[in-house]
């Protein structure tokens, strides 16, 4: 923005209109953060002309270039964190009975498969994943319904009218104790 205010002002000094200027349509992230070591050039009617090479091999060691790679890392930061988090997120359906959850986490080498019990996941407190020893489960209970809960975890809909929400990290750990044994 800077350099664009600096570029508008010379080409009023000059007799040139603001309107030339501001009309001129360079992509933002064109623009360079510097005019040292930006790769840009003035010439005879006072436009900026661009050098082939981006300024972050023209000049790495510029402010420009600094923040390009700062920007660089941002975005594979984010895509790593993503990755992550896509890879925490089961895929989810509920037996056809509806007296088990299973799951199916898929990992960048390996998956897993597992059938979670009703009785063993309405035993599980749903935000801590500790066991509640005093809950009686019926023997009729059955999971309605299931519903992914963004990147938080799964509702579970109960027949008995109640609904509780799992945190992928809870169901992950009630999962390694119920695994399919691929056959």
């Known amino acids: 923005e800077k350099l664009l205010a600096e570029l508008s002002k010379q080409s009023s000094a000059e007799g040139d209109s603001d ?4 009309s001129h349509s360079w992509p933002y992230h064109q623009v360079p953060l510097t005019m040292e070591g930006s790769g840009l050039q003035m010439d005879e009617s006072s436009s900026p002309n661009y050098v082939n ?9 510029s402010e420009t270039a600094g923040a ?22 089961p895929g989810a359906l509920v037996d056809t009975d509806g007296r088990g959850l299973r ?23 749903p935000r801590t994943g500790m066991s509640q020893t005093d809950i009686k489960v019926p023997s009729n209970l059955k999971i309605e319904r299931i519903e992914l809960k963004g990147l938080y ?22 999962a390694q104790d119920y695994k399919v044994v691929p056959k």
């Open 19 to 22: 309107a030339d200027t501001e």
């Open 53 to 61: 090479l981006p300024a972050v091999i023209s000049a790495p060691s």
């Open 68 to 89: 390009y790679k700062s920007l660089a890392d941002s975005v594979i930061d984010q895509l790593f964190k993503q990755q992550t988090e896509a890879s925490m997120i």
């Open 103 to 125: 799951l199916r986490f898929f990992g960048s080498v390996d998956s897993s498969e597992s059938t979670i019990p009703v009785e063993a996941l309405k035993i599980v407190h």
């Open 153 to 174: 975890g799964i509702g579970v809909s109960w027949s008995d009218g109640q609904v509780d929400i799992y945190p992928y990290d809870v169901l992950k750990g009630l």
